[in-house]
């Protein structure tokens, strides 16, 4: 083989490696969550509202929750059909509920017995990402779960799906749009 | 007094007229609360998200809640800074909190005994609105109660300003941007 062969052979297999290793490895400190490939979306936080809810598992879990929607999901779910267009993105912000001993206090005057409960500290946030091709697998979407901005492992990942098939007519959605 | 005299009174008078007619009643179709005249802001279901709550009164009360912010609240929640800037502006959504019994049915999976709950209706909503000068006797705050879109009666909004006072180390705000 001549030696350009040779160097362009050189180049290809450099090529794939360093392709191969931002594939596994995300870009420069952005981890990727393991099955789906995402990344935490860097502004999901800025995303509106889709809705709130409350999970309560006694002894367990006790939280507050919202879901919020970049633009595409939103739109969406304004127009209230299914499927979901790819690009669609949706947040699931997860956190502990707590008594608010400042707000109780407010609100007996006009209230008696009033318990008022806000957010403490962000447990987890769940993404959806919807790409039919990339996700054909798994209904179109990708899945992840992140903790203080860190991806769970694979065993976790393997549970989303699974979980969300019940919600096939709605597009594996479970959240609704609060009026 | 001359033609061109009691022809510029009129016009005057006539302008005068409409002007107070356009005041007291708002725009067409669009009523301002009383009070602080503020009126129903029309996109603020698109304001982002500052914090999810729950408001418990035995037999009476249970709501989740959430807080939303425009552009200029936002802001100053994320520096942390009082007293907000006029133009800032606070949504507070009031919904029932109810029992899904579809999402419980799946969470009982990982989550045994798991109970699950969703907003039901819109209660109502509730605006904060910063304008130092205009609203100067209540720490810069114009308050509005809207319930199906109607504001509520004057005697409700005489409740507001005295109910937010002890918050005023805060600038008369309750709700925390939620993390």
Not at 78 to 97: C, L, N, Q, S, Y
Not at 152 to 176: I, N, Q, W
Request: hydrophobic share 40%; proline share 6%; net charge positive.
């Amino acid at each position: 083989m001549n030696g350009i062969a040779l160097l362009l052979i050189g180049v290809v297999t450099l090529a794939g490696a360093v392709r191969f290793m931002a594939a596994a490895s995300g870009q420069a400190d952005e981890e990727s969550a393991p099955i789906y490939g995402v990344k935490l979306p860097a502004n999901y936080r800025e995303w509106k509202l889709i809705g709130v809810n409350n999970l309560l598992v006694t002894g367990k879990i006790d939280q507050l929750r919202a879901q919020l929607g970049n633009d595409v999901a939103i739109k969406a779910f304004k127009e209230g059909k299914v499927p979901f267009p790819d690009g669609a993105m949706i947040a699931a912000i997860h956190w502990t509920r707590v008594r608010s001993e400042d707000n109780s206090n407010v609100l007996v005057g006009p209230f008696p017995g009033a318990q008022s409960y806000v957010v403490g500290y962000s447990v987890n946030v769940q993404f959806m990402v919807k790409d039919s091709k990339k996700y054909a697998a798994t209904g179109g979407w990708g899945f992840a779960d992140f903790k203080g901005g860190k991806p769970g492992d694979k065993a976790l990942h393997e549970t989303c799906f699974p979980c969300h098939a019940p919600a096939k007519d709605r597009d594996y959605v479970f959240t609704h749009y609060a009026p």
